[in-house]
């Protein structure tokens, strides 16, 4: 249960099928998971955009009034957890612009390294900027190009740098086009599907499912593809990557377990990081009567560490389905609060027992150190923590909000420090060298675990 | 995963501790799923009472606001489903009157079966009727009674039939009290647990481990907790029965998996249902590649299959956490959109395998006919559903929203017919003889599978 | 401006009208300065009926949606200001009840003097009270009550006193009958019209104008409309009174001026007010530069002054139409901002000179003084505050939410203490005197002014 | 009443002054009517800028909690009736932007000429535009100029032709400045008022009535006041005009009669415009019974009439003071339902009278002619209208939201066309000279009635 290790956005499109606000509309609830703080779409024909954004989750920001207003057979859509700037309501995207020329809306996945110096440039140059979010600098590029829509988008995006997963809707006064964009290093998942006689286009592959879309590609890391009224074109940016370098941490943490992220079953690579570590504590002989996973995300490494190993299943924490976003806490202190308001001990199965118990990350400490006295108190007589990734001892710069290296507990504490901090019998990492063997050599990103940023890190 | 199969209600109160509103709106928090369509909290003391009720999820019914002005360290809430009267917001809990003598304020869990006689009876003594709730016969019948508090209550409920768990809050000029009710048969759970300097009542355990309660005991059947300014009298009432009967439907789906009801956990008695099912398929030699169970309540079923068979428990099914009460669907179709907009299968893990779905019960059919369309378009290659409980045959009487006895399927069709009907390769129940074992010979009340039903059904 | 002098109720509904909840909805909109708390509509056929009653402002109660739900061609609806029972929800009307003999719905303009007497003596029989408004008692004892519906209303109203304009709606389970009823002295108006092949009925006329009804009868007092399948029936109640007392403050402040109350004009009734005052000040040789009205109420009786004086009518204080009902005041405090929220002096007109302001009461005074001291500040050289009323001595008990008598300046302080309080130069009432002759000997109730209680004052 | 003529916008700014936003927000209230679609704050310190915009009515936009999140003792607010841009959220202003070098937040009332050639030029050097309104385009330019604040002011404006008001909010790492401006041709009004140790400034002096802040002057053509922190500088525009040109409309319709606007009591202006048309008719000798305005801009206007020509003056027709933005019809038809919803006639008042009518223009006459069968309904004899403007016969392109000159009956139809049209005994009009004997011989606009345009027309 992460506390504080958030994905920035998830993007979803449609392009040319009926009623497409409201099949974007159902795209961007089945990745409400990537970002809960704001939802927008834009929706277009060559003649006009139209477009909604606003604060709250997709079922807030939209009802049936709202969404029959969004006309077209295209749409783009976004939603949002800030990385970067702050929440008013200027940050949600698409963002969207005008002018003689027609209209452009941009919905973006993931983090530029080099907008801060594009935005200083740009405003020299006489921009100004109505948003503090880094996509903004992409409009004000695209805007200063010249030629066909191909040339503009090859041009805009050979001056960023770091990581996007783009949606771009484009209309002059003869064309509509959408463009579907990942970056060199492919650093955040982009897939398109097959819809009715269109496509669907969006960061994971289970919003497809609930649109009745047909899954038909992962991006390829550089590649684009641009949707237009004569058919599809699929190329590749002009600027290029020594290495492709997909998130590792979208297996991890971020995707939901029914995608297929990267090429890879979310579910599937979970399970196998389980039995990595089922088999080091077979090796080591670890006694314990029975395994869990914290809600939700660990749960499916928890069943790959029971497969691997033998040891019973079991539920361990029931989480709790009716929460908002805002809840009321009395003014007396209740103690673990906001960890008992999300999820519950079961206490006969804990009764006594060894219990493993499988995250997928520590970040501050203190939400496991909480989840592991609510556990003792529930009578588990040993926790053995196991997490199904590295230690996270530096944050990302390509699209996930995580605190600075400064918060995180593995950047300054041995794990025998964490372990004594979250009151843990025992407490073992997959290593990087697990992860290496996970994703069977494929250059992935792990700089999170291992400082090693492919695309570098902002000077500013 | 149900369709129609309804929870009426969860009570919850506080006795003598600070912000009892304010506990008691996390008490009914943690009863959410036992009814979704309105929640209402009473709160006072012996010289006022003070009231909120409304349609909507708890969290939608209070803010800070609501909660400050229900005031007092005493309080009785209530979350609704409908069992009996329509969805008016004059049926919303707890009842409520108020008189020269006082007043008094009635949360129920349960159904009366005589309330329709005792109201004609009512009706003709001059009484008038302002909400279509049976509960609110109590009401009247404690109006006519006369002497103590505990001989009103002796006086009043030697009348009703059915079932009742009640919480009452009473004030006269001089004094406040709480009663904590259950009928003589005990078909519906009630619980008793210390907080603080004072107590916290409610359906389940569960919702003392979030406001902090140390849990004391379950209400015997028939037992009444009368809480009053010098302490807490338990006694028994007048009227008794023939034999006790727990619902043993609040262990097989109603109650939460981390709650403790009648005894027993409720985690532990699903997990002995799957082992119990996974036994006979042993002994018939099933084969299979893994089990899953139907989100939530399937799941401790499904891993309780797993550890008796070894067959690997996997996941199948994801399900959607943001989901609202009201959903917008597009004009245009999307086949089984209601299934997949709650839930989405897991593909890789699934494809070309021979699985075991459990699940909790079938009621129509419809629902399970489609979550195993889903699972064969995700590439199952055999559906074996294992029911962890006998067929639904007989609606319930007694506190839960069930079909018409013609809409179950299971009084219309042989098994051989629903498996047919839902596209399942083999389907298997529980056979009341398994549920006896289980059970452990305790007398409890099945008679939504056995048409035995203790307290009669009604006649009106 | 009356700060504290409230209206309880209008109440308003439709016989045989297709789209008859709506057509109540623009019925009480049109009554909503009658009160502005909550309303309701109950709206029903031989068969059922639908009711829907909420805090707030009519526009905000009802939505299309729920104006959908209340099906039928017949309705009755109430706006509600509190004068018996606080602002809970359950206090709302109409009130409500259904038992096996059919349904009851009960909408009630006034105020019943011996609600509380009759009260403890249906509780002694074993009624019990839902809410703490005085229409209660009219239910319960209907519920007593034998014979035909004409038989029931008579019993039933043979034992309430005091003021009761009402619409009742019954159905058994062969007819549906509306009852539109006056008590006999006739305190609030009620009146009946044609729409369409239908009625309508309301407590004022400006309602018909909305709907499109004609007038066509002010019911008299005593008096009551039965509808019923067959036709209309018109008769008189069997408890007579001693003299008919239609309340005198309807015409001076709570009818609007476009309404018909009583049989009057209320915008002509209000200039005869005026002209009175300006009557005795031409024969007081009162010099002033020009008359001004305190909007809205006192605008009428200040043209009337005008056009009886010749001195010229000015607008003097400019009424701000978008308040709502919440306003946020900030931290610091703003002198007078209460009153200037509302209105705002016309410096330019005002400057220098001599004014009289004519207003239709004072009830505490302060809001009086806070509005002479705007005015004095936007350069009143001299203020002649004219109150086309006499001075109101002594509590409403027939509908109106007055203060105390000891809240009401005018019973404390004699006229030249309160001209000191106010900061007026001069200050003039209407005499009881001018009232007769106003009202044309007609036997009005001005106990208010005079403490000439019709129905005697409540014993409990 | 006017259905289609339609101020765009209303600015409030507060300087240095605790509390900033929350009396903004004040100010913006008593602002309302000039705009109503959408409102906005941004507050600012040297530090930070903090906003929020949205659609709806002020108290609809802001509760406590939005105020509390905008800090300091400076702001700028807006409220909007779309001119130009369609009603999409991101039309709202304050606009505002930022960059490395600080916020840039700007507030106008008024309408560029020119926008749409700047926006053309600027985006043909690269400037992308997120919203439709012609304001942004003083973002771009004031982006691309160079030095202090007052010479980045003087070169953006010299560029802009056409009507602007302006309050810009402008902070760079050092220094919080506010600017209020007035363009050289001084279309619309812009107040300046002392409150506690800073100022108001408005577009209206009854804003600043509300706040507590004394009038101090009102801005002359052309020029700026610039608040800073070490005082304020007034300052004249590089830009000249060769005229000045008030808008003579503000008198006429859009400021509140308690405002002075233009260095005049607008009430009392509108009293002169009534007096001129008496004075004609008493030289035509019309013989009519009463006079009464169209509620509410007509009111002043009859009152002067009545003045002016000793015939009485009445209401006529009351006005519904509860009306939403929202009004649910119901699916029947009620004749003329629009404009009852809103005003009722007074049938005593008017039954078989010869009736003067005063408004303030006739747009489409369509509302008049409504107005005028609702009065002979109520009896009216005779109807004579009387407009207190001349024919408006071309479309505003300096600040007001009117229909196409081919929407304007005055355009297409003499003055007899027009009486026979709308039902109206006979119709006169203020003449253009009329007009200009009430302004006294001043320079203002009148091109609505002339086609004698200041500042040219737009040309795309």
């Not at 819809?195 to 899954?215: M, N, P």
């Not at 290029?240 to 995608?259: G, L, M, N, Q």
């Amino acid at each position: 249960m992460k506390s504080s290790w958030r994905e920035n956005c998830g993007v979803f499109g449609i392009w040319k099928v009926p009623e497409a606000a409201h099949l974007n509309y159902l795209g961007l609830f089945a990745l409400q998971h990537r970002g809960q703080e704001g939802a927008g779409i834009v929706s277009g024909t060559h003649e006009s955009f139209w477009g909604r954004r606003s604060s709250g989750l997709v079922s807030q920001v939209f009802d049936r009034e709202a969404l029959n207003q969004l006309q077209g057979e295209t749409a783009i859509g976004h939603v949002r957890y800030s990385t970067v700037g702050n929440q008013a309501d200027k940050n949600l995207q698409p963002l969207w612009v005008q002018g003689e020329w027609g209209e452009l809306a941009v919905a973006h996945n993931g983090t530029l390294t080099n907008a801060q110096e594009l935005r200083l440039e740009l405003e020299s140059q006489g921009s100004v900027f109505q948003s503090s979010v880094d996509t903004e600098v992409i409009l004000h590029l695209f805007a200063r190009t010249k030629g066909s829509f191909r040339e503009r988008i090859d041009a805009t995006l050979s001056r960023v740098a770091g990581a996007f997963s783009l949606l771009i809707l484009y209309r002059d006064s003869k064309e509509l086009r959408l463009a579907a964009i990942k970056d060199p290093f492919g650093f955040r998942p982009l897939c398109v599907g097959r819809l009715q006689e269109g496509y669907a286009i969006g960061s994971e592959s289970c919003a497809f499912d609930l649109v009745g879309a047909s899954w038909e590609a992962e991006l390829e890391a550089g590649e684009v593809y641009e949707f237009h009224s004569k058919g599809v074109d699929r190329w590749k940016l002009n600027s290029k990557a020594p290495r492709t370098a997909p998130c590792v941490f979208e297996w991890i943490y971020f995707s939901r377990p029914d995608s297929n992220s990267f090429g890879r079953s979310v579910y599937e690579f979970r399970k196998q990081t389980g039995a990595l570590l089922a088999e080091r504590d077979q090796r080591a002989s670890l006694r314990a009567d029975l395994v869990m996973g914290v809600p939700d995300s660990g749960i499916p490494a928890a069943i790959g560490y029971s497969q691997q190993s033998g040891l019973p299943f079991e539920m361990g924490l029931i989480r709790n389905h009716y929460i908002g976003r805002t809840f009321i806490e009395p003014h007396q202190s209740i103690r673990d609060f906001r960890v008992k308001i999300k999820q519950n001990p079961l206490p006969k199965s804990l009764e006594g027992k060894r219990i493993v118990v499988v995250d997928d990350s520590i970040v501050r400490g203190t939400t496991s150190r909480k989840i592991n006295m609510l556990l003792r108190e529930a009578g588990a007589r040993e926790i053995h923590l196991r997490i199904a990734a590295p230690p996270t001892i530096s944050p990302c710069y390509y699209g996930i909000d995580t605190p600075t290296e400064n918060e995180l507990i593995a950047s300054k504490k041995s794990i025998e420090e964490i372990r004594d901090f979250i009151f843990a019998d025992s407490l073992e990492y997959l290593s990087l060298e697990d992860l290496r063997q996970l994703t069977q050599g494929a250059s992935v990103c792990h700089a999170c675990f291992s400082k090693d940023y492919p695309s570098g890190i902002p000077k500013l």
